[in-house]
């Protein structure tokens, strides 16, 4: 392993791919960073080396929060190029909807509208990305401070018409489940191609799928190209309302998309400002039942019964008189009544509702294929309904607001929440 790029210590190896090795740095301020370097048997490929060095000076050009930093770049002794970046941390969003399942409408543009904003600021670098998708978008930080960052301008293409391209606008250059039908067929490449992406990604984070699935890439072109667009509402719980934007997104022709990705993301903006259940102005109680992983040896007999004990666990607190408010991914979002902001009216509904929920958390647990952990916070008029990731936890979590609005009592609070 390298041992120091440029004046920085190589501290760890964070990842490979086709293209390159990772490795994590740390300056000698203790500030940790990044390293991308080329593969070694690429240093002899001019092409490689031109596209990296390219993507290099493209990230050092679009300084956006919502694309990685880059601080410099360089070559190696070997003469491999090497770029330095900030260091991030946190998952990929391909991952993110593996372990969790389709996002809610609100929970999606909270993704797709910073991946939006970079895009349009590419755009008006003259740098078109044409490759948006789930593994190229980053969520870096923890749950509640997550930054969404877009990722791998490797093949982005400049639409500066004196520059030198590395590749002809006549190669189809993509991925095929998120691929523009004028990338498929070898059409002009302009801004209407990544909100094609945009509009890929949108339907994938909404229904847990992309728009067309096939394992040959010649049919997965072949349906970008000619199918049908799907509508995202027969796949998912979702408004139909949705259907005509996301389909006009996926159009076929790039001059009936939307006029950029910030415009598409606009629409589906609009749907949720006008579907979104009003709130009052009563502080109200809510639980977040996250199912976790399921142990890889667990029994049929074992999955039967952790499918029983979610739907007991999510019966008995709509029971105790909280109101299911949306189901995203392996989570559900419920609602209850607390006391109001001086805390002067009883509490005893709130009260009841968490005992419930203890009760059905304590009966999920007791399966041994189920790592569920319960989320209890409040919120108020016009706050939005997030859901935390359990992660390995087991347990029930309540919020320090919520366990002294309530009276509860509970061990030293962790990251803001009390274990009970």
């Keep these: 392993m390298l041992d120091r790029i440029g004046a920085y210590r190589v501290t760890g190896v964070l990842g490979r791919g086709g293209f390159g090795e990772v490795f994590r740095l740390e ?67 391909e991952q993110h909807l593996r372990a969790h399942g389709p996002l809610t409408l609100e929970a999606a543009l909270a993704i797709l509208e ?33 930054r969404v960052v877009l990722l791998d301008f490797g093949i982005a293409k400049l639409l500066d018409p004196d520059s030198v391209g590395l590749t002809s606008s006549r190669v189809a250059i993509g ?47 072949q349906l970008h190209l000619h199918a049908r667009r799907p509508r995202a509402s027969t796949l998912a719980a979702l408004p139909a309302a ?7 997104g996926l159009d076929r022709d790039p001059a009936r ?3 950029g990705p910030r415009r598409f993301v606009a629409t589906l903006r609009a749907i949720l400002d006008e579907t979104r259940p009003a709130l009052d102005d009563t502080p109200r109680l ?11 040896d667990a029994s049929e007999l074992e999955l ?13 607190l709509q029971d105790a008189g909280l109101e299911l408010r949306g189901e995203p991914g392996n989570a559900a979002v419920l ?14 509904d709130g009260r009841d509702a968490l005992a419930e929920a203890l009760r059905a958390c304590a009966l999920a647990l007791g399966s041994s294929a189920a790592s569920v952990a319960l989320y209890v916070d409040l919120v108020g008029d016009g706050q939005d309904l997030r859901w935390v990731p359990a992660g390995d936890r087991r347990g029930v979590f309540v919020s320090v607001a919520a366990a002294t609005r309530l009276g509860l009592d509970g061990a030293a609070a962790r990251d803001g929440w009390h274990a009970l």
């Design 286 to 296: 809510w639980a977040c039942v996250q199912v976790g992983a399921i142990a890889a």
């Design 257 to 259: 998309r939307p006029a």
């Design 335 to 348: 609602v209850a009544p607390a006391t109001d902001p001086t805390g002067a009216t009883d509490a005893n």
């Design 114 to 146: 910073p991946v939006a904003d970079a895009l349009e600021a590419a755009h008006a670098a003259g740098v078109i990305h044409r490759d948006v998708k789930s593994s190229n978008v980053f969520l870096h930080g923890t749950p509640g401070a997550t």
């Design 27 to 93: 300056a000698d301020a203790g500030l940790p960073l990044a390293a991308k370097v080329l593969h070694s048997e690429l240093v002899d490929t001019p092409e490689a080396i031109a596209r990296f060095e390219r993507e290099a000076a493209l990230l050092t050009r679009l300084a956006h929060r919502s694309v990685v930093k880059v601080y410099e770049y360089g070559r190696l002794d070997d003469g491999r190029p090497y770029l330095i970046m900030e260091l991030l941390e946190g998952t990929d969003l």
């Design 242 to 248: 949705l259907d005509a934007p996301l389909q006009r």
């Design 175 to 221: 991925t095929p489940t998120s691929m523009a039908p004028e990338q498929i067929s070898g059409g002009p490449i302009t801004a209407q191609t990544d909100v094609y992406g945009v509009a890929a990604l949108a339907f994938h984070l909404l229904t847990g799928r992309p728009p067309f699935e096939d394992p040959s890439p010649t049919v997965l072109q």
């Design 304 to 316: 039967d019964r952790l499918d029983q004990v979610v739907d007991e666990l999510l019966d008995g």
